[in-house]
């Protein structure tokens, strides 16, 4: 059976679960310390256009995976 997944970005009303996401993958890894930003360090990351990302929503609405991406370079 093929599964069909709809990618939606991010809206700035998506963040708490963005962040839960992250929170909730932090305890999977056993490491939920590791989880230092603020839910309002993602609004503001967000708004000022530092992070960015997109859903991945299932056909019966359930958001089952997400992108991040965020600003950042080395060299």
Same mark, same amino acid.
Do not use: Q, R
């Given at each position: 059976m093929n599964k069909i997944f @709809? +990618? +939606?970005?991010? /809206?700035?009303?998506?963040i708490p679960v963005v962040y839960d996401m992250v929170v909730q993958l932090a305890i999977f890894e056993k490491e939920p310390e590791a989880v230092i930003a603020t839910?309002?360090? &993602?609004y503001k990351a967000f708004e000022d256009g530092i992070i960015a990302g997109h859903f =991945?929503? =299932?056909e019966n *609405? /359930? @958001?089952? *995976?997400?992108?991040? &991406? &965020?600003?950042g370079f080395s060299t």
């Open positions: @709809t +990618i +939606i970005p991010w /809206k700035k009303k998506d839910l309002e360090n &993602y =991945a929503v =299932a *609405g /359930k @958001t089952v *995976g997400m992108t991040l &991406y &965020y600003e």
